[in-house]
């Protein structure tokens, strides 16, 4: 079992920066596969970003390609989701998710644990 906590979201403008971090309890969360998932009122919930257990490998959704990174510190048992040039379509609760499968999975349905979620709002 483990427990997983956002934090760091937040109101900003077009074009500002967030940076996410998203903390786990328990020995084994680098052993996980981590993503970052988005959800905006009415809409279903989203891939934003998945990193290996390792770290080494990294898949991002096209709409968020060249501006988030994912990374993770496994001495710390954190996964961090750095947002640059942020629009306000990226409006939305981010959450993390932890994947007890080896897989680089976009499917929400395929991750184990989940967070309770920050809120990002991107103003015009």
């Known amino acids: 079992q483990v427990q997983l906590v956002e934090s760091g979201g937040g109101l900003v403008q077009a074009g500002g920066s967030l940076r996410l971090s998203c903390t786990a309890s328990g020995r084994t969360f680098s052993r996980y596969f981590m993503g970052w998932f988005r959800q905006a009122p009415g809409k279903e919930r989203e891939f934003v970003a998945v990193?290996?257990?390792?770290?080494?490998?990294?898949n991002y959704a096209d709409s968020v390609k060249g501006r988030y990174t994912i990374s993770r510190d496994n001495a710390k048992n954190a996964m961090y989701l750095q947002m640059n040039s942020l629009k306000p379509e990226d409006t939305a609760v981010y959450y993390c998710?932890?994947?007890?499968?080896?897989?680089?999975?976009?499917?929400?349905?395929?991750?184990?644990?989940w967070g309770q979620g920050a809120q990002v709002t991107v103003s015009s």
């Open positions: 990193i290996s257990a390792s770290g080494y490998r990294i």
């Open positions: 998710a932890a994947n007890t499968n080896p897989f680089l999975s976009v499917v929400p349905d395929e991750y184990d644990y």
